[in-house]
């Protein structure tokens, strides 16, 4: 702004005016070009989720009945029960497993960034190629129900993605492997950034180790927890890739997610409007996430702010 | 006297002997639980690997996790030139070339305007830059199932319907958002007196950016090409719905070949396959494993 302003301080001449415009026409396209993105296409699905389009998109008005039809379809309760259930254990797992791995890669081990690299390359592959593999080590006749049957454990079974109950447990057990080594990256980066003096006089009162963690070192990367908690979620509301490679929404419909209920309806079925009205719901429960999270955030810098 | 002193002294010992010890212990336990860890991080992968160099007969008789017992490199080419996908038997090589020529622009192309807009967005604010910052950020939470259907009527209108052209336009767009937030937050630590010097002595807009701005930026350069190019090649929502047949991306080449009905399963060369595909950003993830970290928790905690 500062800048801005002294260039036009300098000189009143019509070249310099073009000048102060510069950076305004570059950015112009990009602006454009995002806001398209963000308001107009919402915008138009919205619109597309209030019509009567079916195989094709149709403007023909007919009110909420796409959302009615889609509250009350089976195969949508099915779809947000699992998000509530993968979320659930998805979330706090990875969590948990992940601030275990931190902790462990915390305690001045050598050649740390070895173990930092196995835990986080599964974040470079793909979810398709992640969730190929691990469709084939869940196969009964051939990963890891074979491996341990031929150990002798015959009776020893393991079948998640044929099995409709358990199904969702092979999505869950593979996004947790997936993305852990994400939350402990978060978790050790929040660690590393504790003051060491207060660790040190935890030790010297005679807290043991455990004691130091629980009551000094943990308060202290309290938003870390809430940061890392907003991530997953967000990535269980999008969950579709591993979903489709792992299941394919299978067995029956017992792993159909809203994001594979909305790619279903629009490109398989050809109820576009109902699908739709289903990727507006995964843009709202994206919502319920993050926006009581950016109000948290700026309260939080407030605070900090008036604190000094 | 004496003894009192060796007395002591064997305590300091003793209690010398039991920390060593409890930190051995504790050493045991924090390796133990670290090689097991890594033994189910890195199993899955090794075992596609050397499966890509057994015998299909040897995977079916054995099982999938087993050491091999024979070695072949014929799976390779199988999957890169005559494997059948969806009817088609040219491999992937065909859907490998499309990502490839996917990612380098769309990486190229989202990193360069990054820059460009994080440069303007931090250095030459203008009433309502903020706001505009703001709107831009929220391209980073949108699903994509909400442009599902724009896109794909946009680039039918357009002409760009199923092409790998279509796709970088999508991908640019959409890492917009992205990148212009990593560069505008590198370059809001770039202290302003710096530019200042530079005005004084002449230098306009671009000449400040490429001489100034640029040297600096080697590191979020480097961040950002990483994060766009793993994200654009991971990337199978946007490739499975706007693009079909022989123009899709290798993510959606890989899922139509592990779905495609066979009776057996060609788990050689699928695990080739498989492999062949998950590679480039392997590659990128263990050269610029340090930056890609950075990238990761810079995007999460924004």
Not at chain 1, 30 to 37: D, E, G, K, Q, V
Not at chain 2, 83 to 110: D, E, H, K, L
Not at chain 2, 176 to 195: G, H
Not at chain 2, 289 to 295: L, P
Request: charged share 10%; with cysteine.
């Amino acid at each position: 702004m500062a800048m801005a302003g002294q260039a036009v301080s300098a000189g009143t001449s019509t070249w310099d005016r073009i000048k102060k415009w510069t950076p305004i026409f570059i950015i112009a396209p990009s602006i454009l070009a995002s806001f398209i993105y963000v308001f107009v296409f919402a915008g138009w699905t919205f619109y597309i989720s209030l019509s009567d389009s079916t195989l094709l998109p149709s403007y023909g008005f007919k009110g909420f009945e796409n959302y009615v039809s889609l509250w009350t379809n089976r195969r949508w309760s099915v779809a947000y029960n699992n998000l509530l259930f993968f979320s659930l254990f998805y979330v706090t797992i990875s969590m948990a497993f992940g601030l275990l791995l931190a902790i462990l890669i915390d305690q001045r081990i050598r050649a740390e960034s070895f173990w930092r690299t196995i835990f986080l390359y599964p974040l470079a592959v793909s979810f398709i190629a992640t969730g190929t593999v691990w469709q084939w080590l869940y196969n009964p006749s051939s990963g890891i129900q074979f491996l341990v049957n031929s150990w002798g454990w015959t009776d020893f079974q393991f079948a998640l993605t044929s099995d409709r109950k358990n199904a969702i447990w092979a999505i869950i057990i593979t996004g947790i492997w997936g993305s852990a080594g994400f939350s402990m990256a978060l978790f050790l980066a929040g660690l590393r950034s504790v003051d060491p003096d207060i660790i040190k006089a935890a030790q010297i009162d005679g807290a043991s180790w455990f004691r130091t963690y629980r009551k000094v070192i943990l308060p202290t990367i309290g938003p870390i927890f809430i940061a890392v908690a907003v991530v997953l979620l967000q990535f269980a509301i999008k969950t579709f890739d591993l979903a489709v490679a792992l299941t394919n929404s299978g067995p029956g419909i017992s792993t159909t997610f809203p994001a594979t209920y909305v790619y279903d309806f629009m490109f398989q079925r050809g109820e576009i409007g109902q699908g739709a009205a289903a990727a507006m719901m995964v843009l709202a429960a994206l919502a319920i996430v993050l926006v009581p999270y950016s109000l948290y955030l700026v309260w939080r810098r407030r605070r900090e702010a008036r604190n000094g | 006297m004496a003894d009192a002193v060796y007395g002591t002294a064997a305590v300091e010992d003793r209690e010398a002997g039991i920390a060593s010890r409890r930190r051995l212990i504790s050493r045991i336990v924090i390796y133990g639980l670290l090689g097991l860890i890594s033994i189910v991080y890195i199993v899955p992968f090794l075992v596609v690997f050397l499966n890509s160099f057994r015998t299909n007969i040897e995977i079916g008789a054995n099982g999938l996790i087993s050491l091999p017992q024979s070695f072949r490199l014929d799976a390779w080419p199988q999957a890169w030139s005559d494997f059948c996908i969806g009817g088609q038997c040219n491999g992937v090589a065909r859907y490998f070339w499309n990502s490839v020529a996917m990612v380098i622009p769309a990486t190229i192309i989202s990193t360069a305007l990054g820059a460009i807009n994080g440069y303007i967005l931090s250095k030459w604010k203008f009433p309502g830059s903020e706001i505009v910052f703001g709107c831009m950020l929220l391209g980073v939470f949108m699903p994509g199932q909400i442009a599902l259907l724009p896109w794909a009527f946009t680039l039918g209108q357009i002409g760009l319907a199923n092409s790998v052209y279509g796709l970088i336009l999508v991908h640019c767009i959409q890492g917009l958002s992205f990148t212009t937030l990593f560069f505008r937050n590198y370059y809001v630590s770039i202290p302003d007196d710096l530019l200042k010097a530079a005005r004084i002595d002449g230098a306009g807009f671009w000449r400040i950016f490429w001489k100034i701005m640029i040297p600096l930026s080697p590191p979020i350069i480097i961040v950002t090409v990483i994060w766009q190019f793993t994200g654009i090649w991971n990337e199978y929502l946007f490739g499975v719905v706007l693009n079909s047949g022989s123009n899709q991306p290798i993510t959606a080449a890989l899922v139509a070949l592990s779905m495609s009905g066979t009776t057996v399963r060609t788990y050689d060369v699928m695990s080739a396959a498989v492999l062949i595909g998950a590679l480039p950003p392997l590659l990128v993830y263990f050269f610029g494993g340090k930056y890609f970290v950075r990238g990761l928790t810079q995007g999460a905690i924004k």
